[in-house]
């Protein structure tokens, strides 16, 4: 059985960080990023990371402030946030992707999602 259990969120003052984490069990994946959604908006991508060489994407609202990455040991990709806005705060949800080619900034190429962890930036 495949789980997600994202980890790390929180409150936080504008240009704080957090370290967000999800641990994958039940197998492995290409492709793992992370999605979030604010109140009243729709979910959207925020980063992902493709193969063991680990070829990143970020969304331009987030590029050079937060960093993807994966511990294959492991099966944990984490999400560093630096910088934060209030505008970040949202539930941050991990995703997985069995596939190997998928656009991997579209919420339908992934197969599994976590819980989803808040994170909440105040002003």
């Known amino acids: 059985q495949v789980q997600l259990v994202e980890s790390g969120g929180g409150l936080v003052q504008a240009a704080g960080s957090l370290r967000l984490s999800c641990a994958a069990s039940?197998?492995?994946?290409?492709?793992m990023g992370w999605f979030r959604q604010a109140p009243g908006k729709e979910r959207e991508f925020v980063a992902a990371?493709?193969?063991?060489?680990?070829?990143?994407y970020y969304a331009d609202s987030v590029k050079g402030r937060f960093t993807i990455s994966r511990d294959n040991a492991k099966n944990t990709v984490y999400l560093q946030m630096n910088s934060l806005k209030p505008e970040d705060t949202a539930v941050y949800y991990c995703?997985?992707?069995?596939?190997?080619?998928?656009?991997?900034?579209?919420?339908?190429?992934?197969?599994?999602w976590g819980q989803g962890t808040r994170v909440t930036v105040s002003s």
């Open positions: 995703a997985a992707d069995r596939a190997l080619n998928s656009d991997v900034r579209v919420r339908q190429s992934y197969d599994y």
């Open positions: 990371i493709r193969g063991s060489g680990g070829i990143t």
């Open positions: 039940g197998r492995t994946f290409y492709a």
